[in-house]
């Protein structure tokens, strides 16, 4: 299968998806025309700074525009892809929709955020293809975040440690996603060397409210600057945990409260406004 990486670069070719059984043969046809007729897309979401509101990077949340089934979320086809080994393919496809947002951005300076299965990240598909990229936007790369889960690096610890160092070398940060909700977040901090950690949002919610989880925030955000890791609070909806954040010293934030995903064209207008919350 062939996939284009921007207009003139460079064309590579994955097996990946194709080599383990797919439980559902449906959605295993679906995909493939998903990708080959362009049913996904992304979405971006403002990261704002918690000091002043200023835009600092966005994330870019995949969507399916299912032939049959309309609008589809993450939520309903990842973890089938994931069963299926296609998501790496999807990781890829999302790679290379990263280096196309970058060289159309190309003007401005937020950081582009993606996020990558943990199958992805030690997929040696996906590793030639960031590898090709290297030579070609080796300079812009320094401008992409790799999100990848506490779950994702549970399978081959020692693989996804010498990925991730990999995309280091090449000037691509890395972040923890869903911080707090798996079972070893400590030891990750310590085994795998982030730029930044976003703090799940089931801290953030009902934070208003609750004394213990204003206590695991602080515990969390005076962790991570002592290691040198900048924390990203997810989820955000209430002014006044934007407010509660902002004084525990959180770094950045993303929620409903400052903008939800919008479609390319929206952020090109609000760049062009000058956009902050
Ligand atoms: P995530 O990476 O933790 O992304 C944040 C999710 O929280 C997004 O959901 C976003 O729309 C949602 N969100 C942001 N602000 C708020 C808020 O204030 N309140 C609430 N209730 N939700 C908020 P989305 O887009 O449905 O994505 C869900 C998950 O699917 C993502 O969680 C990520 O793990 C996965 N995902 C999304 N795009 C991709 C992708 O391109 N590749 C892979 N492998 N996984 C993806
Ligand atoms: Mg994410
Ligand atoms: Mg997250
Ligand atoms: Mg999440």
Known sequence: QAKLLGRDQIQVYSTA?????????RLDRDFKRAIAQGEFYLVLQPVVSLDGGQMVAVEALVRWNHADHGE??????ISDLEKSGQIVDLDIWVFGQALLLLKKFQSQTFVLNINISGQGLINADLLKVVRKARQIHGDQLSRLCVEVTESSLVDDVELAQSALRELQSFNISLAIDDFGTGYSSLSYLHKFSFDRLKIDRAFIVGLETSQEK???????????RALGIQTVAEGIEEIKQFELLAELGCDFGQGFLMSRPVAQNVLVKMLADDWRY
């Open 17 to 25: 998806g194709a080599q383990k059984y797919s439980a559902t043969h």
């Open 72 to 77: 589809l979320s993450p939520a309903s086809f």
């Open 214 to 224: 204003a206590v695991i925030l602080n515990t969390i955000v005076s962790l991570a």
